[in-house]
């Protein structure tokens, strides 16, 4: 009950709600690109990488969410266009930039005067601390990311199961990857508002996993991973509101154990069907 009266009375609760149901709707649909493509490396490249971004645009006196903005889509297409053209090189460049990137960054942060709680919030997370103008931000950066994948739907789709079928059919197998890429880095930088940098893929692979353990079809696997992320981000709201536990956090450990019960679930009915067989 002190929960939903703070969410009817104190307007940062309200904003936080809001962001959590913005980030579920871009994490549930890159997500699932994320899963089905199996980049979850990369993305950790990109989440890591941004950091550095985000400390120069605030060591310069600019708002850190345009640096990391710009410093995600940077990262992106700087790994995607490695990742072609030098497969074998493509874990140590993102493991490069994965650190080079997080130094910079601190660097960056331990110049600037004061304690940057703003940035601390970025890297471990806080939900609560979330503006109206952040909302409105987030809200843009969540539309642009929807009216690309209405737009590349059929091209997305082609590259994440058969890249060379795409090719023959005239898909521009590199230049869809490449937009992938800078759209899973614009959810990245949405979701770095809720459970912070280091927890980021945390939240954009576990729903879109649980949501593949059920869904048939990938429009199917987008809508179950936004309804899951919206759910975990609103429970994990309500178990860290009264024990006044780390948001973030709270979130994160839900969807895991979510995670982890759908996937022991998802095993014995396997086990359970191919003893019925036999």
């Known amino acids: 009950m002190e929960f939903l009266e703070a969410l009817r009375?104190?307007?940062?609760?309200?904003?936080?709600?809001?962001?959590?149901?913005?980030a579920s709707?871009?994490?549930?649909?890159?997500?699932?690109y994320v899963i089905?493509?199996?980049?979850v490396f990369i993305s950790g490249g990109i989440a890591h990488a941004i950091l550095g971004g985000m400390g120069i645009a605030y060591f310069l006196g600019y708002h850190p969410l345009g640096g990391a903005i710009l410093c995600a889509i940077a990262s992106a297409l700087l790994i995607g266009i490695i990742s072609?053209?030098?497969?074998?090189?493509?874990?140590t460049i993102i493991g490069a930039l994965w650190a080079v990137?997080?130094?910079?960054?601190?660097?960056?942060?331990s110049r600037t005067p004061g304690y940057n709680t703003d940035l601390m919030s970025y890297l471990f997370g806080n939900i609560l601390l979330v503006s109206r103008n952040d909302l409105f931000i987030i809200g843009g950066l969540d539309v642009g990311i929807l009216a690309l994948v209405f737009l590349f739907y059929k091209q997305f789709l082609a590259i994440c199961f058969d890249e060379e079928q795409a090719q023959l059919q005239g898909v521009r197998v590199e230049a869809?990857?490449?937009?992938?890429?800078?759209?899973?880095?614009l959810t990245v930088v949405v979701l770095i508002q809720v459970v912070g940098i280091i927890l980021v893929i945390a939240l954009l692979t576990l729903p879109a996993g649980i949501a593949s353990h059920y869904a048939r079809s990938l429009g199917q696997?987008?809508?179950f991973a936004t309804l899951l992320g919206m759910a975990f981000t609103t429970g994990g709201m309500y178990l860290s509101y009264e024990p006044d536990l780390p948001t973030g956090a709270t979130i994160v450990i839900l969807a895991g154990a979510f995670y982890l019960f759908?996937?022991?679930?998802?095993?014995?009915?396997?086990?359970?069907s191919r003893s019925a067989a036999s």
């Open 9 to 22: 009375t104190q307007s940062f609760m309200q904003h936080a709600l809001i962001m959590g149901l913005l």
């Open 25 to 32: 709707l871009a994490c549930g649909i890159m997500g699932t």
């Open 36 to 39: 089905v493509k199996r980049i």
């Open 84 to 91: 072609l053209r030098t497969r074998q090189n493509e874990d």
């Open 101 to 109: 990137g997080m130094a910079v960054g601190l660097i960056f942060i």
């Open 176 to 185: 869809v990857y490449l937009l992938l890429l800078c759209l899973i880095a």
């Open 221 to 223: 696997m987008m809508l």
């Open 262 to 272: 759908s996937t022991i679930f998802k095993e014995w009915k396997i086990r359970r």
